[in-house]
């Protein structure tokens, strides 16, 4: 039996002209063509360069075993020739290089499965004109693609696409942003207009596998070279032509993929005007702000899956839990819900990015949202929004979702039969974690993320009692609370102009504060933001005192003094010992990040690891002490506590005569990352102490003054 869905009807009256190629995108095409046609008159070069070579190298070797017969000159032979073809080889690899999808994340689905997400498909392919799906498959995340298995001849052969849907994404938009973002994937394969832009993705990503994709290669030389000594030194000349010819491919690629990266961002544009043709302008923004916020939302829910992992507990429907976390998310940031589903716009997101800086990214392949957005809103299409969920196109609701979780756990490892949590048990279990994890609401972030510098206690609580009289309110303005997240922002500029100033980032110019400088003047917007950082700094540091300040005149009436004092002292001499033991850990990964990233002989591998048991030992005495530490050891889980009591009394061989032990190495690098962790864990279970112990003085008082005022 055939069930209706609701489909949002295609807008009327739309000149059609508007999904043509725009004369920008004509542009990009042609500067594109440009650079593929002078990498082919390089690749051409090379590879009339490499038939002389072989050429030259099959009759050198020829002349060689006549002139002279015997079995090393008939060796040197082979050799020669071996080098020539194999320089040829490299040249031509490319062409039988297939690059295959990974598919192992993936559900596939048939018609007969969900008749109606099928048919919703059909519908928006025919009004994009392109072709129905070859395969359709379900993920978990929060996106939808269209991909296909490529390979150098599917530039000149058709090929059929698959669709990919994200079942959390299913999960966060109405059904018209959902067939908004499905035609916008089609848009890119409409045989209309983008079939040059598909040319130039194959030959960018045939250029791509030539240039990096080089590992079976290597094996190839390294195989030949195993066979004799006498190959061995062919192989080696080969590898140095070979890496002369990388040279020149390298800035011949950065001659194509520059402009690649432009027209890429045309593609987009165009993408979106498919989209908004059939859906109208609105949907598409919406869904694109929407799906960032659904998006930060996913993330944290794995965060959560991945931290109770230890605790054998999994998740026996995600998508439930999903949703549970944008409702969190909205309480949080107080952002309205309708009908079920986050409200996000420009001044939404604009509060997670505090940046100053502008500057157009020569190399991403997407335009920025906000440019997005300004091209759809230029289009002015009308849409009819139905705002019911797009899991009204699949049966069996529920059995999908249990599906694709099962699918996300597929590889993950319990030590023994997990527990499945129920969307009331994971709301419950993620409030009492919320819980354990803020501080009160009523400093309103004010202490987040961030170490209060240490100051003298002492001289500050001396000079309490000088300070005018202010009020909770007035200490923990709107203002005064988001001066933490300003410096923030502040360094992350200041970051990124540093890369600038460097040469890290290749760019011309930017825009700083609205107003344009080039990439040489960055120097003064770096000094202007080191100021600035300086003084909010400052002004944070005055604050912080003022906040003990306050705190210790109200503790002062309360005989409370002495253990608000004694908290802060805790809270300081903790953060410098996590501090002390950051450098630690920071020393000994160092050497850690050397082994795990360079190839070594057995020589050299012994010296190397008599550095990292240097570095280990005062690691290792440290933990000692520190778990005979209560406040240290109460951080400790007892999933935890195994792997830093064997990190502290073991001690490993990290190399041995056939080479690394990696899992020593491992177990090392897991320890001592839990080591500073769990420094850190209680330099935050002092601070929540001690900020807990400031609001009970302040509620004693108001209970106190309320008391009073009754009487």
Not at 6 to 21: F, K, N, S, T
Not at 163 to 176: A, P, Q, R
Not at 365 to 386: F, G, K, Y
Not at 621 to 648: F, W
Request: net charge negative.
């Amino acid at each position: 039996m055939k069930r209706t869905f609701p489909y949002p009807a295609m807008p009327q009256g739309v000149d059609e002209r508007i999904i043509a190629p725009s004369a920008a995108f004509k542009r990009e095409v042609a500067k594109v063509a440009a650079a593929i046609a002078f990498f082919a008159v390089v690749y051409v070069a090379l590879m009339a360069a490499a038939l002389a070579l072989a050429v030259l190298c099959g009759l050198g070797g020829y002349f060689l075993v006549v002139l002279k017969p015997a079995f090393f000159t008939f060796m040197l032979g082979l050799g020669l020739a071996g080098l020539g073809l194999m320089v040829i080889f490299f040249l031509l690899k490319f062409m039988f290089k297939r690059s295959k999808t990974d598919r192992s994340d993936m559900v596939e689905i048939q018609e007969e499965e969900q008749p109606e997400l099928f048919a919703f498909i059909r519908n928006i392919t025919q009004e994009t004109q392109t072709p129905f799906p070859k395969k359709i498959y379900l993920s978990a995340e929060v996106n939808a693609a269209v991909f296909y298995d490529s390979s150098f001849w599917s530039m000149f052969l058709p090929v059929k696409k698959n669709l990919v849907i994200g079942l959390g994404l299913v999960n966060s938009v109405n059904v018209t942003e959902f067939k908004a973002i499905l035609a916008h994937e089609f848009g890119h394969f409409s045989q209309r207009s983008m079939k040059l832009g598909s040319y130039v993705y194959n030959v960018n990503r045939a250029i791509y596998n030539m240039l990096y994709d080089n590992q079976g290669y290597g094996k190839a030389l390294e195989k030949w070279a195993d066979i004799s000594g006498y190959f061995a030194l062919f192989a080696g000349l080969t590898a140095k032509i070979v890496q002369a010819i990388q040279w020149v491919l390298k800035k011949a690629y950065v001659v194509v993929n520059k402009p690649y990266m432009c027209l890429s961002r045309q593609m987009e544009f165009h993408a979106d005007s498919v989209a908004a043709y059939v859906t109208g302008s609105e949907p598409l923004i919406t869904s694109l702000r929407r799906i960032e916020a659904a998006d930060a939302c996913y993330s944290r829910l794995f965060n959560h899956y991945n931290a109770w992992l230890s605790e054998n507990l999994k998740a026996d429907n995600m998508y439930p839990q999903h949703r549970a976390l944008m409702h969190l998310f909205s309480e949080d940031f107080h952002i309205p819900m309708a009908h079920g589903l986050l409200q996000v716009n420009a001044q939404t997101l604009s509060m997670f990015n505090q940046s100053r800086l502008m500057m157009k990214d020569q190399w991403a392949s997407h335009p920025s949202t906000d440019d997005r957005a300004a091209h759809l809103l230029s289009l002015n299409i009308p849409a009819e929004v139905l705002h019911d969920s797009p899991w009204v196109l699949f049966r069996k609701v529920e059995q999908v979702q249990q599906l694709m979780t099962q699918k996300v756990y597929e590889k993950a490892e319990f030590a023994q039969a997990p527990q499945a949590l129920s969307l009331p048990a994971f709301s419950q279990k993620l409030a009492s974690e919320m819980q354990e994890r803020s501080f009160d609401k009523a400093y309103k972030g004010f202490y987040d993320n961030r170490n209060i510098k240490t100051f003298d206690v002492e001289t500050v609580a001396a000079t309490a009692e000088l300070l005018p009289a202010i009020t909770f309110d007035d200490l923990f303005t709107d203002a005064n609370c988001k001066l933490p997240q300003k410096i923030s922002s502040l360094e992350a500029d200041l970051e990124t102009v540093q890369q600038i100033v460097q040469g890290a980032i290749d760019i011309k110019s930017f825009d700083f504060d609205g107003r344009k400088y080039s990439a040489k003047d960055a120097v003064a917007v770096q000094q202007i933001l080191e100021n600035e950082i300086k003084e909010a700094q400052e002004q944070l540091d005055l604050l912080d005192q003022k906040a003990f300040g306050f705190f210790y005149q109200k503790a002062h009436e309360q005989d409370r003094t002495a253990a608000l004092v004694a908290a802060y002292q805790s809270v300081f001499t903790a953060t410098k010992e996590a501090e002390e033991d950051t450098q630690l850990f920071t020393a000994l990964w160092d050497t850690l990040h050397f082994i795990f990233n360079n190839e070594m002989t057995l020589e050299g591998a012994k010296t190397v690891c008599q550095e990292l048991e240097g570095r280990e030992t005062p690691v290792k005495k440290r933990l000692q002490h520190l778990l005979q530490d209560e406040l240290y050891t109460r951080c400790i889980t007892p999933h935890q506590l195994p792997k830093l009591e064997k990190l502290a009394s073991q001690t490993r061989v990290y190399v041995t005569e056939y080479g690394f032990d990696s899992v020593s190495l491992d177990e090392l690098a897991e320890g001592s990352h839990l080591f500073v962790q769990m420094s850190w864990e209680k330099v935050f279970h002092l601070k929540k102490e001690t900020l807990a112990l400031q609001m009970a003085v302040v509620q004693q008082q108001q209970e106190e003054n309320l008391t009073m005022e009754e009487v």
